[in-house]
Nanobody, 111 residues
Framework: QVQLVESGGGLVQAGGSLRVSCAAS????????MGWYRQSPGKQRELVAS??????NYADSVKGRFTISRDNAKNTVSLQMDNLKPEDTAVYYC??????WGKGVLVTVSS
């Protein structure tokens, strides 16, 4: 059974930085797509950033501020979030291969 465990969430002031990480219980080498989604109250879950063999992609709202990376040797994917804004407040979810989901980690950005 594949498990994804997110870590690194928390409370940060606007303009600050956080790094969230996701550890997989299986080798991620064979999975092309890995992504970070987020969901805030009353809103649909949205794709924030993804990484595959073709490169990385970002939602317009986070371009230039967020950076996704993956470490196939450690079976992890991370999201570095800089210049955070209050509207970035959400539960962030890791996704593996468009199939498996983590339970999410809360990121709160105060103004």
């Amino acid at each position: 059974q594949v498990q994804l465990v997110e870590s690194g969430g928390g409370l940060v002031q606007a303009g600050g930085s956080l790094r969230v990480s996701c550890a997989a219980s299986v080798s991620i080498v064979s999975y092309n797509f890995m992504g970070w989604y987020r969901q805030s109250p009353g809103k649909q879950r949205e794709l924030v950033a993804s990484i595959s063999r073709g490169g990385s992609n970002y939602a317009d709202s986070v371009k230039g501020r967020f950076t996704i990376s993956r470490d196939n040797a450690k079976n992890t994917v991370s999201l570095q979030m800089d210049n955070l804004k209050p509207e970035d407040t959400a539960v962030y979810y890791c996704n593996l291969g468009n199939v498996f989901w983590g339970k999410g980690v809360l990121v709160t950005v105060s103004s």
